[in-house]
Structure formats: C-alpha cells, structure tokens
C-alpha cells in the first residue's frame, strides 16, 4: 500500500471518504470481542474512529490476530467507511484487511490512576487523548506567538543559555560546572534582549527557562518555555497593550483550530471566545489592595507581594484577564524603575489570568540609572563586576525601553482548562520530578 493511501481518521469523520475503501495507521485505543466480531477503537494523531472487524470478512488469520492484539498495538487497517449512528462518532470503518505491525505487551496504564504514576510513566502516558488535545493546542499558542511578534515586526533574537549572571534573583538560580568555573542556566533572557535592541530595535524570543523553584505550588515549574519580547523607545504602556493583543491573538488562533481539542478538554469555547473580544482591565498595585480590602475584606500590608491566595480573590471579580501595574519597588528586580509619579512603586506590570491560573505575563519598563541599579544588587549581594557589561548599555546610546515576559505553560494550562501546569509540557521538570 503506497504512501498516498493513507488517510487521517479526521477526515473520514468529516466525511470525506464515506462508501470509500481506505486505510489508517495507528494504534488500538479500546477493543473488545464479541465471538464473531471485534470492535477495535483505532487512534491516530487526528482522532479515534470504530473499527469492526467481522469473522470471514478477512482471513482467519487476520481475525485471530485482531482478537489478540492488546490496547497500544499498532496497526495499518483497510475497510469500507460506513456511516452508522450506533458508532461512537458516527461512522466506522468495515475491515476487510488488518494487519498488525507490533503486539503490544499488557499496557501498565489503566482506568483512575494517580497522578505521580501517570508521570512515572509520562512517556507512555503522553498518548492519552487528553494530553494529546494538550500538545496540539500548545503547538498552535507557540506559532501564534511567532506569529504575532514577527507581524509586527519583531526580529527573533538569541540569549546564551549559560549565563553568569541572575536577572531573577540568586535563590532560583541553578548552577552549572562550567570547565573548571562555575555559571548557571537561563532564568531569562531579558538582559541579553537589552543589549540586542540597540541593533534590531524590536526583538523577541521564546526559549527554555530554568527556575529553581523550592515551593510546590500547580503553577511552578523548574524548566518553563517563556516567550519573551523587548522593544526600544517603548515605555510600559506600550508594551502593555502589546501583551494584551497577544494574549488575544493567542485565543483566536486556538479557536481557530482547536473547537474539538477545547470540548474534549471541557473548556468553555464560548468563553474563551468573550476573552478574545474584550479589552483586558488596567489597575494598579493599590487598586487591587483595595478591591482586597473592600470585597473580600483582606487587609494586605502595603509593599507585600500579591501571592496565589490573594491574586485568586481578586480575580474573582473579573471575567477576563487583569494587568496589575506599579508593585512596591523594594520587592521588584533591580533593573525595574521607580515610577517618577509614585516612586516608592515601580513602572512594572503584571498580567494575571483569571480562574486562579495565576500570572501569566511579567513586564517593566528598564531602569536606565547605573548607580540605582548598582544599589539594588549589591543590597541583593551580587559581584557587581558582573554587571559591567549590562551596565555599558546605558553608557553608549542608551534609550528608553520596556518588555516582558509570557509564561508558555501557565497560557496553556489556562486556556487547556488543566488542573496543574505539569501537563502543559510534555516532560515536566520540577523540585521531585526530572525523570522519565
Ligand atoms: P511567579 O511570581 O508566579 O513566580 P515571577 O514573577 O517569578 O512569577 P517573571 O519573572 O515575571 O515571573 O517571569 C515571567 C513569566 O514567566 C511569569 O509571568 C510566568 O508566566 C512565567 N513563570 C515564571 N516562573 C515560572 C515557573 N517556575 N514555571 C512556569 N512559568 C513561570
Ligand atoms: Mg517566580
């Protein structure tokens, strides 16, 4: 059978081969026998499909081997596709040819297991229809993100994964045996994209992202995907609007595409479509304290950082997601500014998803004064040394400029209405778990 014939389990439910013979490849999803007739549910990357396969219709041969073969078997079929409403999706495929490619052993996976199994055996369990619904939907939000930066002109530029400097903190840091020095993997790619900008003006990038992480929280991860952007002659507002087109870019795409991975994933379409239309609230570090305190009568001491508990409450009064501006400076990174209207607060913003999926976007506009920026380090206890090349940037030709950073997995556990950030990537790395 030549290449050509094969054909995707998609289309035969769309319709388009119906009364036609064809053949699938893929995999056994569910089987049972009945004496003279097996019905096996076969799985391709498009979809699942009835297959029946009738003693005589084939060779006895055959027919044997399709009653033995297990869940997980491989197989290349050929049938006629008939529409018939008894069939889960309404059509099925008459099996006049079954081959099996592999007999697949007794599968370790089963109905209702724990979440730590199914990740000591993620990779057989990245199969499941629901991950699989997953991974196609994070594909589509990754190149819409592509999409999105280079539409509006944005060049695709590179940091070093090894870096010998934090931009996040030193506590998240993880450090690398560097030949006989020492460095440590990426938390961002933020002060590389600044000095990038002097040449291409509008960059972004999206790359592997490591955090040592020591609290255990759903929405957490030690090795994340951020898509991040950086932009000259911006300030904070600008980038803020940016963020919110993405975001809503990002949801017409996977509308676009996704209608069937969304429902079988139990998301609400009509939903995320309202997001994609509406404009996303603007407020301030202080309004949200007051919305804490007026609504859900929770006194935050001002300077505090919002934490999960207190960023699901607020979100509670919203239906879409929330940019949160000018945190108190003193708990921000040193490169955010002082806002010259409220400066015990900086120019920085935050966006937060709603349905306690947390922050999904972290952005400021960039301090361009060296000798604040040396303060904030050398309170934080770094080699100021370090720094020396960061500081060049506003030695020759600096501007103003602002940008952020997009959190890949918390977007997608949101959108894929997921319990936990770990099934947002397909081999998640975390405090407990770094293998399979
Ligand atoms: P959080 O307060 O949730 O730890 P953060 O303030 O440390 O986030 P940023 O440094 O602003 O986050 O990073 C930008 C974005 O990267 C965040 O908005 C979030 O979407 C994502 N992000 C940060 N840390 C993680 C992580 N450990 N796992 C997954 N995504 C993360
Ligand atoms: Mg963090």
Redesign the pocket.
């Known amino acids: 059978m030549d290449e050509q014939q094969w054909v995707k389990i998609r289309d035969i439910l769309d319709g388009k081969y119906t009364g036609e013979i064809v053949g699938i490849r893929g995999w056994i999803y569910r089987t049972r026998s009945s004496g003279s007739i097996v019905f096996t549910i076969i799985r391709d990357v498009t979809g699942v499909i009835q297959a029946t396969i009738k003693k005589g219709s084939l060779s006895d041969e055959e027919f044997e081997n399709a009653e033995k073969a297990l869940i997980e078997s491989s197989v290349k079929i050929k049938g006629e596709v008939v529409e018939d409403p008894r069939a889960p999706d309404g059509y099925e495929i008459r099996v006049k040819k079954f081959e099996v490619v592999n007999f697949a052993e007794p599968f370790p996976i089963g109905e209702d297991q724990s979440p730590e199994f199914l990740l000591d055996q993620r990779h057989l369990w990245i199969r499941s229809r629901k991950l699989t619904s997953v991974f196609k939907i994070r594909s589509t939000i990754v190149g819409a993100i592509h999409k999105f930066f280079r539409n509006l002109g944005f060049i695709e530029f590179e940091a070093p994964i090894l870096q010998p400097n934090q931009c996040?903190g030193g506590a998240?840091l993880f450090e690398v045996k560097y030949y006989d020095r020492k460095t440590y993997l990426s938390?961002?790619w933020q002060l590389y994209a600044e000095a990038g900008i002097f040449a291409l003006e509008r960059i972004y990038n999206m790359g592997p992202?490591f955090?040592a992480?020591k609290s255990k929280t759903s929405?957490?991860?030690?090795e994340?995907w951020?898509a991040e952007m950086e932009a000259a002659w911006m300030d904070l507002y600008d980038v803020i609007d940016i963020a919110k087109d993405e975001i809503r870019f990002i949801l017409e795409e996977v509308l676009r595409y996704h209608k069937s991975d969304l429902e079988y994933l139990q998301q609400d379409i009509e939903k995320l479509k309202g997001i994609a239309d509406s404009e996303f609230p603007t407020i301030t570090y202080d309004e949200a304290l007051d919305i804490l305190r007026t609504k859900e009568n929770m006194e935050i001491e001002w300077g505090k950082?919002l934490r999960t508990i207190e960023e699901n409450l607020l979100m509670k009064h919203f239906e879409t997601p929330v940019v949160v501006t000018n945190y108190p400076l003193e708990i921000m990174?040193f490169y955010k500014p002082p806002d010259p209207k409220n400066p015990k607060t900086a120019l920085c913003f935050?966006?937060i998803a709603p349905e306690g999926y947390?922050?999904?976007?972290?952005?400021s506009q960039r301090s361009l004064d060296i000798e604040y920026m040396r303060r904030r380090l050398e309170e934080a206890g770094e080699n100021i040394e370090n720094y020396e090349w960061y500081f060049d940037l506003r030695r020759y030709g600096s501007i103003p400029h602002s940008g952020?950073?997009?959190?890949?997995?918390?977007?997608v556990a949101w959108i894929c209405n997921l319990d936990n950030?770990k099934d947002a990537i397909p081999f998640p790395r975390t405090m407990n778990r770094y293998r399979p």
């Not at 929405?219 to 030690?222: D, E």
């Not at 947390?358 to 952005?363: D, K, L, T, V, Y």
Request: aromatic share 6%; net charge negative.
């Open positions: 996040e998240t938390q961002s992202t955090r992480e929405r957490h991860l030690s994340f951020m950082d990174a935050d966006m947390g922050e999904i976007i972290g952005g952020y950073g997009l959190g890949v997995e918390r977007v950030i």
